[in-house]
C-alpha cells in the first residue's frame, strides 16, 4: 500500500511539473509573438503624426497664401471667392460674354422703367385743361398748358395746336408726325431688350457644348475614367446653360412688358389727339 501511495503521489508531482512546464512555454510564445508588435504599432504611430504634421504645414502655408492675395486683391478677393464669384469662375470663358449681356439687359430695363414713369401722366386731366384753356383764353393760353405737362402726350398735343391755325387736316398731320416721333423715341432700347433675350440662351448652350468638349477631352487624357475626371466639364456645361436661361427671361419678360406700357401710350395718344381735333372742329364752328 505504501508502495502503491508513492507511486501515486509521483504521479501527481509529474504532472504537476508537465503543467507548469507547458504553461512557462506558453508564456514565452506569447511574449515573443506580442514583442514584434510594439515596433509595429510604433511605426504606425509614426506616420499618423508625420501625416498630421504635414497637413498641418499645408494648412498654415495655404492660409498664408490666402492672406497674401487677400491684401493683393482687396475686395476682389471677397466677391471671386464669394458663392456667385465661384460660380462664375466655374463657368468657364463663355461667362464673360453672358456678364456683358446681363450688365446691358440691366441697364435698358432700368432706363426705360424711368422713362416710362416719367412720361405717365393723367391724360384726362390734361385734356381738361387744354379744352377750358381753349374756350377761355385761345389757343396760346393752351399751349402754355401743354408747355407746362411733361411726357409724349403733351407733346403730341402741343405739336396738333400749333397747327390749329390751319385747319384739322393739319393738326392731323401735325399730331400724326409728332405721334411717330414719340413712338420711337418710348421703344428705344427694345430691340437691345430683344436681341439680349434671344442671344444670351445661344451664349449658354454654346459654353454648355464647351463644357462637354472639355469633359471628353478629359476622358481621352485620363488612363482612367472616373466621375471626378468629367465632373468639371459637365459642371461648366451646366452652369453656362442656367446663366443664360436667367438672364434671357427677365430681359424677355421686360421687353413684353415695355411693349404693352408703350401700346398703352399710343392709344392715350391717339384718344388725346381725336379729342384735340373734336375740340378745334367746334371752336370753329363758333
Not at 158 to 182: C, N, W
Not at 262 to 275: D, H, K, P, Y
Request: aromatic share 6%.
Amino acid at each position: 500500500m505504501a508502495q502503491k501511495k508513492r507511486s501515486t503521489s509521483g504521479l501527481i508531482v509529474l504532472l504537476t511539473l508537465a503543467v507548469v512546464l507547458c504553461f512557462a512555454m506558453a508564456t514565452a510564445n506569447s511574449q515573443e509573438s506580442a514583442a514584434p508588435a510594439a515596433p509595429a504599432q510604433s511605426a504606425v504611430s509614426g506616420q499618423d503624426s508625420l501625416g498630421m504634421a504635414r497637413g498641418d504645414s499645408m494648412s498654415i502655408v495655404k492660409k498664408i497664401d490666402n492672406m497674401k492675395e487677400r491684401a493683393r486683391l482687396g475686395w476682389f478677393y471677397t466677391v471671386r471667392y464669394s458663392g456667385l464669384g465661384d460660380f462664375y469662375a466655374r463657368g468657364g470663358v463663355f461667362m464673360h460674354p453672358l456678364l456683358a449681356c446681363s450688365i446691358i439687359a440691366l441697364v435698358f430695363i432700368f432706363e426705360r422703367l424711368f422713362t416710362l414713369s416719367r412720361a405717365r401722366i393723367d391724360v384726362k386731366n390734361l385734356m381738361n385743361g387744354v379744352s377750358a384753356a381753349l374756350r377761355a383764353e385761345g389757343i396760346d393760353a393752351a399751349l402754355k398748358v401743354c408747355e407746362g405737362t411733361r411726357g409724349p402726350i403733351a407733346a403730341v398735343i402741343h405739336s396738333g395746336l400749333l397747327r390749329a391755325a390751319q385747319g384739322p387736316e393739319a393738326v392731323k398731320e401735325a399730331i400724326e408726325t409728332a405721334g411717330s416721333i414719340e413712338t420711337s423715341f418710348l421703344e428705344r432700347g427694345l430691340v437691345v431688350l430683344a436681341t439680349v433675350s434671344t442671344i444670351a440662351p445661344m451664349l449658354g448652350f454654346l459654353g454648355t457644348v464647351s463644357g462637354m468638349m472639355n469633359a471628353f477631352a478629359a476622358i481621352a487624357a485620363a488612363e482612367q475614367v472616373s466621375a471626378k475626371i468629367v465632373a468639371s466639364g459637365i459642371e461648366e456645361a451646366l452652369i453656362t446653360t442656367i446663366a443664360g436661361l436667367t438672364i434671357a427671361i427677365p430681359a424677355s419678360v421686360g421687353h413684353a412688358f415695355f411693349v404693352s406700357q408703350i401700346e398703352r401710350f399710343v392709344l392715350e395718344m391717339e384718344e388725346a389727339s381725336a379729342n384735340l381735333v373734336n375740340e378745334l372742329v367746334e371752336l370753329n364752328k363758333k
